[in-house]
T-cell receptor
Framework: DSGVTQTPKHLITATGQRVTLRCSPRSGDLSVYWYQQSLDQGLQFLIQYYNGEERAKGNILERFSAQQFPDLHSELNLSSLELGDSALYFC?????????????FGQGTRLTVV | GIQVEQSPPDLILQEGANSTLRCNFS?????LQWFHQNPWGQLINLFYIPSGTKQNGRLSATTVATERYSLLYISSSQTTDSGVYFCAVDNYGQNFVFGPGTRLSVLP
């Protein structure tokens, strides 16, 4: 158990819909990262939050947004879903007490858009 | 940004064989990690190894930061070692850049 919790584990939804993925980081970790892994592809960085503030942005579509709340949990919102958004979405956390440390990943949310 | 390469892309082994996976990166890094993605998609931490050598059971890793590469050694491989092995480096605190992975298949 990595200590990073993602919900839900699986999600099936229709094109055009909106979904929210949730991530609870390891206790004490200030940074949360979101990654997308499409079928048989590598991990693509979407966005990083550090202690509630956006710190870095990757190849995140405008239809996607994220936020980190005061309790440090994070949500990734995906809207106007397309078939190509089907993927495994991972959340990771690191930076315990502001010191860059090992990153740990959650089990992922497998999103299927039909 | 930092570029990360891994080799070989695919590896097929007989159970009991040894293997070496390589990760090259284009710039100096503060953090390098090795992960194993199992067939169920879980990303499992293997090593946090910005420099030096570490061992954990049948697995060991060495990072030579000055030459910008890291090696993951798997000895006496087992079928449960199958999956994809990723290395990832810290991109100046902004994100972790992953290599494309090495897909390992261990045959019984």
């Amino acid at each position: 158990d990595s200590g990073v919790t993602q919900t839900p584990k699986h999600l099936i939804t229709a094109t055009g819909q909106r979904v929210t993925l949730r991530c609870s980081p390891r206790s004490g970790d200030l940074s949360v990262y979101w990654y997308q892994q499409s079928l048989d592809q590598g991990l693509q960085f979407l966005i990083q939050y550090y202690n509630g503030e956006e710190r870095a942005k990757g190849n995140i579509l405008e239809r996607f947004s994220a936020q980190q709340f005061p309790d440090l949990h994070s949500e990734l919102n995906l809207s106007s879903l397309e078939l190509g958004d089907s993927a495994l979405y991972f959340c990771a956390s690191s930076d315990r007490q502001g010191v860059s440390t090992e990153a740990f990943f959650g089990q992922g949310t497998r999103l299927t858009v039909v | 940004g930092i570029q990360v390469e891994q080799s070989p892309p695919d590896l097929i082994l007989q159970e009991g064989a040894n293997s070496t996976l390589r990760c090259n990166f284009s710039d100096s890094v503060n953090n390098l990690q090795w992960f194993h993605q199992n067939p169920w998609g879980q990303l499992i931490n293997l090593f946090y190894i910005p420099s030096g050598t570490k061992q954990n059971g049948r697995l060991s890793a060495t990072t030579v930061a000055t030459e910008r590469y890291s090696l993951l050694y798997i000895s006496s491989s087992q079928t449960t070692d199958s999956g994809v092995y990723f290395c990832a480096v810290d991109n100046y605190g902004q994100n972790f850049v992953f290599g494309p992975g090495t897909r390992l298949s261990v045959l019984p």
